[in-house]
């Protein structure tokens, strides 16, 4: 089983629409937990981050993490042409020092 | 301004020619790593550093060294370049809290291709 795993999609939204991107986990204990956006041919940029269970939100992005379930979403509201990129799961297993991450989910938003 | 500077942006180059891809922060993180990125495998760890004088493999090190003489720089190198090293690669950084790693910067990525 792969340590974190990702739907390659491609997802295509609607522009204004609710975009939900969808990560899975190997659980190895202690864990902190990322998504990352990266256009493509540039470096990934970090969009929320996210410890504990439940949900975080920063402006039109939402991240929700559940453990029982080893499972932790993104969601973006009012989706914008502007937010068409891959999106990166991440998770760093702090017994390891090592991030993982998943193999990316790319969105499209339709105008 | 916060940056990591990974040098250069591309790089072609003949199998078995040594070749060194540079990186640099200036955030006064303790932990480095490096990546590569290929279709369909994503993001996968080739080395990394918790300090000065600290490494460790990642998932996928053979073929490749590193060394972190200063707490700055991070340095690959790829003493013989094959082929299926061909590759964008990515430097990152982050702080450590003592507990856990905060978020990784990332620099702009070096496109390798070995022929």
């Known amino acids: 089983q792969k340590e974190v795993e990702q739907n390659s999609g491609p997802l295509s939204v609607p522009e204004g629409a609710i975009a939900s991107l969808n990560c899975t986990y190997s659980?190895?204990?202690?864990?902190?937990f990322f998504w990352y956006r990266q256009y493509s041919g540039k470096s990934p940029e970090l969009i929320m981050f996210?410890?504990?269970?439940g949900d975080k939100e920063d402006g039109r992005f939402t991240a929700q993490l559940n453990k029982a379930s080893q499972y932790v979403s993104l969601l973006i509201r009012d989706s914008q042409p502007s937010d068409s990129a891959t999106y990166l799961c991440?998770?760093?297993?702090?017994?390891?020092?090592?991030?993982?991450f998943g193999t990316g989910t790319s969105l499209t938003v339709i105008p | 301004e916060a940056q990591v500077t990974q040098n250069p942006r591309y790089l072609i180059t003949v199998t078995g020619k040594k070749l060194t891809v540079t990186c640099s922060q200036n955030?006064?993180?303790?932990?480095m790593s490096w990546y590569r990125q290929d279709p369909g495998l994503g993001l996968r760890q080739i080395y990394y550093?918790?300090?000065?004088?600290?490494?460790d493999k990642g998932d996928v090190p053979e073929g490749y060294k590193v060394s972190r003489k200063e707490k700055r720089n991070f340095p690959l190198i790829l003493e013989s370049p094959s082929p299926n090293q061909t590759s964008l690669y990515f430097c990152?950084?982050?702080?450590?809290?003592?507990?856990?790693?905060?978020?990784?910067?990332f620099g702009s990525g070096t496109q390798l291709s070995v022929l």
């Open positions: 991440a998770v760093n297993w702090r017994t390891g020092n090592q991030f993982y």
């Open positions: 955030m006064n993180h303790e932990y």
């Open positions: 996210i410890y504990s269970n």
């Open positions: 659980d190895r204990g202690s864990q902190s």
């Open positions: 990152a950084s982050s702080s450590w809290t003592g507990i856990a790693n905060e978020k990784l910067f």
């Open positions: 550093s918790m300090n000065v004088e600290v490494t």
